[in-house]
């Protein structure tokens, strides 16, 4: 899924700090929620901290989101579509890749924030790094100020769930051939040229070969219909 295949694979350098490796990510990392099983968790071992500032419109995280995404420079109503597209708000969610909880984090995600891998299964904890993670995605991707909302939101999505290598890598396709490499249309091309070794092979792909075009295009396609379903339910 995706936070589980998203961008990187975290190694502890010799002075204990983390180094960020940008991986491969093959068909098998984008798992949706039909491939995910449910594993029960102690109870003591999710703690959600609902309160009852504003009422809950989307679900009954709505205030851990709104916190979540003031703090993290995210829009809170995106964070509730990807939630439900991961785990249909369901907390104690484990996927046969080892992602956990309602955002469906992978313990490597945890420790390149230098978060307990523990506290994976508290949903804010949870949802926080989900948070920490697009932010991180948005600086890495450099996309100007002026890139439509939209397209931006599609790209960072495009990352999170097939790897930021590989958005990178049909960014520069899409450059090298004079596209515009801010727009997802653009962006979401050049994912699928990535299946063809005249593209793959090409000096400005440094992630290889991608052949889970089809499944990412439809992430993004699914996130992005239920973030606007939920902005007309919610401000």
Not at 52 to 72: A, H, N, T, W
Not at 100 to 108: A, L
Not at 131 to 154: C, F, I, K, N, Q
Request: glycine share 4%.
């Amino acid at each position: 899924m995706v936070l589980t295949a998203a961008m990187f694979a975290v190694y502890e350098s010799t002075q204990g700090q983390p180094n960020i490796v940008v991986m491969t990510v093959t068909e098998e990392a984008t798992a949706n929620i039909e491939d995910v099983e449910v594993v029960a968790v102690e109870s003591n071992e999710v703690q959600t901290a609902v309160t009852d500032e504003l009422p809950c419109i989307i679900s009954k995280f709505d205030p851990i989101m709104r916190k979540v995404g003031e703090e993290e420079g995210q829009d809170w109503r995106l964070m509730s579509a990807i939630a439900y597209h991961e785990s249909r708000f369901i907390e104690n969610l484990q996927s046969k890749q080892g992602a956990r909880g309602i955002m469906q984090i992978r313990p490597v995600v945890a420790r390149h924030f230098d978060v307990p891998v523990e506290s994976i299964d508290d949903t804010e904890t949870n949802i926080r790094l989900a948070g920490m993670l697009l932010t991180e995605l948005d600086d890495m991707l450099h996309m100007p100020a002026s890139t439509p909302v939209a397209d931006r939101m599609s790209i960072i999505l495009a990352s999170y769930n097939a790897g930021i290598g590989h958005v990178l890598d049909a960014r520069r396709l899409a450059r090298m051939e004079g596209a515009n490499p801010n727009s997802w249309d653009e962006v979401s091309h050049y994912l699928q040229l990535k299946a063809d070794p005249a593209y793959y092979e090409l000096d400005e792909v440094q992630s290889g070969k991608f052949t889970g075009s089809r499944q990412t295009l439809a992430y993004v396609r699914e996130v992005m219909e239920k973030y606007d379903q939920y902005c007309t339910m919610a401000s």
